[in-house]
Structures are given as C-alpha cells and as structure tokens.
C-alpha cells in the first residue's frame, strides 16, 4: 500500500500564514526565512520548558534529602489545618469561647507524654491560643467539654495506656496526604 501523502499545513509564522507541504517530520513553518521570524517564541517556550523540567528536579532533590522530622513537622502542620477546619464552627475546647484570636490544634494527652496518640483525630480539638499557650491547655475545663463532645468511655480510653507508635516516613507521608485530601473535601463542602 502506498503511503498516503502528507496534508498541506498552515505556516505558524502569522505574517505569511501561507499553506505548504511539510518536507520534514515536525516541520511548523513553510521557509527558513518563517523560521528565523519566529524564533523568539520558540526560544520563550523552550525556556520555559527547561525552567519547569528545572523546579521539577529541584522539588525531587528536596524531597530526597528530608529528614522525617521534616516529614513529621508537614504532616503535623497539615492534621493541625484539618483539626480547626473540622472544628471551624465550634467554640475553644477549654474556654468555650468564640473569638477573633488565634485557633491551634491543641492536643488533650500532650504529645510529649502519649507520642502515638499525636494524630490522633479524638485527641485534637480546636483550641484558643490563651488557653493553649498561657494555661497549658487548660486540661480540667478540656477534660469537662470533652466528655461532653465524645463521651466518657472514649476520654478513658484516651487516657487509658496505648502501644508506643514509631512513625515511618511512609507512614507520615500517608498521614499527610490523608488529612490532604480531607481538607479537600472539607473545603468543598464549605465552598
């Protein structure tokens, strides 16, 4: 079978726009002339390509040498940002107050004293900077709203002992792409 022969195709240089036949594979313009005129879009784009391929690279080169600290502080940071977008519409855990201060993520067990229990989900509750920073978390009146939001049996479990929990970086690498994609989704339904 004869190969069919190549379709007339438009010259992107816009002052000729005039139809040719392409000689070469990938050929754009209709003349060498064509060629020299666009130039300096072609230079643009592939500087642009070569700068992305660029921050591509530089983005991997980070991500190989983080320690997991690094990847604990993220994954932290993002179930922290879960935890007050969850609780957005709730007062201060330990006050009871609605204010236009500062909100944290403030952990009933504290996460020196009970590590496996720092994402936990039950354990973190929307809190006010005084009461977080300048009362130590204010734990008695914590203690009194929690029961009330979870109910008992779960607060004497928090309390309870739990199995010493070493977290790998896989293991944060998907504790932060879970509460991600929460944050996502809790983003949407506000939206």
Partial sequence: MAAKPPKAKKCLNAACAAKFIPQRLGQKVCSPACGLAIKDVNQERARKSLAEIGRKELRAAKERVKTRADHMREAQTVF?????????????????????????????????????????????????APCNNHKSGDIVNYRITLVARIGASKVEWLEGPHEPKRYTIEDLKAIKAEYRAKIRALKGEAA
């Fill in 80 to 128: 922290n940002e879960w935890i007050r977008l969850r609780d957005a519409t709730l007062p201060c855990v330990s006050c009871g107050r609605h204010h236009e201060g500062q909100y944290h993520a403030g952990h009933y067990r504290t996460v020196g004293a009970n590590p496996e229990l720092r994402f936990e989900p039950l354990n973190v509750h929307k809190q006010c």
